[in-house]
């Protein structure tokens, strides 16, 4: 009975933290794919779950951040969605590379061909994003994602530190610590660490199995010895 008991409250328990936790799986976020460093270059995911469970998702704006311009900004194609690229004249021209650029992309539109983001899925928009600023700490991008009755989520209300989450959470990018080549060597210089070090683990592993196979056969043949031996001098008590 006790158990019984036990096993009634968890499951109380568990469905209880799942209620608590399921709305924040229905935000639209962004996420880099790998780091998303100050001045350097980041390819980030936009991923949009479905909310209903009677419409699908048949578009998605997201506005780029007016008061950090990025000079470069590029969608990956995704299958089954056209990308819209809108630019605007910036009040201030960047400087990218040598060379002043008076306009940037300041919203990108992804429409679906078909029937879109249906029940129970999601979708990831990619963007190839930079030269990223260095004098903030994180991105803001105010989304819009409308379905195919026509009903518009408005993901635009910017999180404040100390304070609740909104209902209604723009997706939000991290920037992380500029890196000393911002095209990305430092990320390649880590991988390539990471596989030394891998092959080095790999290698002591080898060893490690060798060793083990030579004991355990050795082992084998003690024993084998052994079990001859105790035969052998059972027939000469017989005898």
Do not use: C
Request: aromatic share 6%; no cysteine; glycine share 8%.
């Amino acid at each position: 009975m006790k158990a019984s008991r036990i096993a009634a409250v968890a499951a109380v328990a568990g469905t209880a933290v799942l209620t608590v936790a399921a709305p924040a799986f229905a935000h639209v976020t962004v996420q880099p794919e790998g780091a998303a460093a100050k001045g350097g270059y980041a390819v980030v995911d936009f991923k949009v779950p479905n909310e209903r469970d009677n419409a699908s998702t048949t578009k998605l704006e997201v506005n780029l951040p007016a008061d950090h311009p990025l000079a470069s900004v590029m969608p990956e194609p995704v299958p089954g969605w056209t990308a819209k690229v809108t630019k605007s004249k910036l009040d201030k021209p960047l400087t990218m590379h040598g060379e002043k650029i008076d306009e940037a992309v300041t919203k990108v539109t992804w429409t679906a061909d078909g029937k879109g983001i249906e029940p129970g899925y999601f979708q990831k928009f990619p963007l190839s994003l930079g030269a990223l600023p260095e004098n903030t700490d994180q991105l803001v991008f105010k989304a819009v994602q409308t379905y195919s009755d026509k009903e518009t989520v408005r993901w635009i209300e910017v999180p404040q530190t100390g304070q609740d989450e909104p209902e209604n959470p723009a997706p939000v990018l991290q920037l992380s610590a500029a890196t000393d080549d911002h095209h990305g060597t430092a990320s390649a210089k880590g991988a390539s660490d990471t596989t030394e070090k891998t092959a080095a683990t790999d290698s002591g592993s080898h060893g490690t199995d060798t060793t083990a196979r030579v004991l355990g056969i050795v082992g084998i043949v003690v024993g084998v010895a052994g079990v001859a031996y105790g035969v052998l001098a059972g027939r000469r008590r017989t005898a």
